[in-house]
């Protein structure tokens, strides 16, 4: 049996990472494109709702504080920043979606 974290336990520790221009989690903005949890180790690739996004960094920074208490000691999960495809309103989960009203 596997101690590695799955995605669902991986995509609920997102959940509390914040893109603090939406005020919305990153997951149900839709920014994370691939979620893994493999045995080398977490990937995730995600994007920003623009390529300008001055808060890129602290979201990554973000990511893997979220995601410490989940990891084997010393570990990270490897955040790969993507551009394609381009991020889009559309991209929002429905129910956030209702949440700001759009």
């Known amino acids: 049996m596997s101690d590695r974290p799955d995605a669902d336990a991986l995509r609920a520790a997102l959940r509390r990472v914040v893109d603090p221009e939406v005020g919305v989690n990153i997951v149900d903005l ?3 494109y691939r979620l893994e949890s493999r045995p080398e180790g977490v990937a995730i ?3 920003m709702t ?3 996004c001055p808060l890129g960094d ?3 920074d973000d990511i893997h ?3 410490a208490p989940l990891l084997p000691e010393g570990e ?3 955040v ?3 551009w394609e495809p381009p991020w889009d ?3 929002i989960n429905p129910e956030t979606k209702l949440k700001l009203g759009w």
Do not use: E, F, Y
């Open 50 to 52: 623009s390529p300008a």
């Open 45 to 47: 690739d995600l994007t």
């Open 76 to 78: 990270q999960a490897a």
């Open 65 to 67: 504080v979220a995601l």
């Open 80 to 82: 790969t920043l993507v």
């Open 58 to 60: 602290v979201i990554i």
């Open 30 to 32: 839709g920014l994370v």
């Open 89 to 91: 309103p559309s991209m």
